[in-house]
């Protein structure tokens, strides 16, 4: 990783820390997280089920993804199949 990637990564790291800040504990503050966490994309997010998440392995399955209030295949699914990302860890508490 260049020198310049690693400080644009430590930025988005502190910005999503002061945006976690700025949220009070509940349901979007756990969207909010799951999305910083994961790299999902929103709609990829609001797509998952709890039949997604594999918990030997600690992962989410993205199976579909909600657009304009419609189901459909994530982008990722599209080109290659199921697509695979790690679960985040539980979130500490404020």
């Given at each position: 990783?260049?020198?310049?990637?690693?400080?644009?990564?430590?930025?988005?790291?502190?910005?999503a820390r002061r945006l976690l800040t700025e949220i009070p504990?509940?349901?979007?503050?756990?969207?909010?997280?799951?999305?910083?966490?994961?790299?999902?994309?929103?709609?990829?997010?609001?797509?998952?089920?709890?039949?997604?998440?594999?918990?030997?392995?600690?992962?989410?399955?993205?199976?579909?993804?909600?657009?304009?209030?419609?189901?459909?295949?994530?982008?990722?699914?599209?080109?290659?199949?199921?697509?695979?990302?790690?679960?985040?860890?539980?979130a500490p508490s404020n």
């Open positions: 990783m260049y020198a310049a990637d690693r400080e644009e990564s430590r930025r988005d790291a502190r910005r504990d509940g349901s979007w503050r756990t969207l909010v997280l799951l999305l910083v966490q994961t790299g999902l994309r929103i709609g990829e997010a609001l797509g998952l089920r709890w039949s997604d998440r594999e918990l030997r392995g600690r992962r989410l399955r993205l199976r579909q993804r909600v657009r304009n209030g419609r189901t459909s295949a994530p982008k990722e699914l599209e080109r290659a199949g199921v697509h695979v990302v790690p679960e985040p860890a539980p």
